[in-house]
């Protein structure tokens, strides 16, 4: 079966901190990998797509990296700030799902807490 | 928000009643989605549909249908709601581009069955 697992499941840093968040797939072949923030309250929102080519993918801050070889991939958040507080969601799609999306395979997430 | 909105926003319900969620889009897109998100879960999918009166099953589907008549409109209905079915729904879209689809989520339904 498919897994996304994601590490750790929750984080606490200091506001101005580095974090890496884990996400390791089982998921072979896949198309692309996802990343998703996820504020309280509100539907999940992406950061960045990867491809099965691509080792790197940059939104602002937020640098999200892919070793297809060992099936792992990493967020790192730079300078965090408050407002990085959420969840943020692993997701790993396969070939096949194309437009349908109806193959995804979505990890449980890792809880964000950036304390002032 | 790529123009998706849910209603209601939050409803609580007795078991044994049906209950109608809907999504409603602006832009026309092909492809609608209904998840269900729990805690110690990831997000589930139920159903999706890729065009009116189009519809598929997805992983959780059970005690669920959906319908599809207009291009904007997707509902979710539960027949007989259980406490099973406490959970908060979201609705998505597709949107193909650069060869890849992204998907945009409706800000979500807090369901509670009691």
């Known amino acids: 079966k498919n897994q996304v697992e994601q590490s750790p499941q929750s984080l606490i840093i200091l506001e101005g901190k580095n974090c890496t968040l884990q996400c390791n797939y089982t998921v072979s072949p896949f198309s692309n990998l996802r990343w998703y923030k996820q504020d309280t309250g509100r539907g999940p929102v992406s950061l960045t797509i990867?491809?099965?080519?691509?080792n790197t993918k940059s939104n602002g801050r937020y640098t999200a990296t892919l070793d297809a070889d060992t099936k792992q991939s990493s967020l790192h958040i730079t300078a965090s700030q408050l407002s990085d507080s959420a969840s943020y969601i692993c997701?790993?799609?396969?070939?096949?799902?194309?437009?349908?999306?109806?193959?995804?395979?979505f990890g449980k997430g890792t809880h964000l807490i950036i304390q002032p | 928000d790529a123009g998706i909105t849910q209603s209601p926003r939050h409803k609580v319900t007795e078991t044994g009643t049906p209950v109608t969620l809907r999504c409603h889009q602006t832009e026309n897109h092909r492809y609608m989605y209904w998840y269900r998100q729990d805690p110690g879960h990831g997000l589930r999918l139920i159903h999706y549909s890729y065009g009116v009166k189009d519809t598929d099953k997805g992983e959780v589907s059970d005690g669920y249908s959906v319908s599809r008549s207009k291009t904007e409109d997707f509902l979710l209905t539960l027949e007989s709601a259980t406490s099973s079915q406490t959970s908060v729904y979201f609705c998505?879209?597709?949107?193909?581009?650069?060869?890849?689809?992204?998907?945009?989520f409706g800000p979500g339904t807090r369901l509670t069955v009691l």
């Open positions: 990867m491809t099965f080519s691509e």
């Open positions: 997701v790993v799609s396969p070939p096949s799902s194309g437009g349908g999306a109806d193959g995804l395979t």
């Open positions: 998505a879209i597709s949107v193909e581009g650069g060869g890849t689809d992204t998907q945009y």
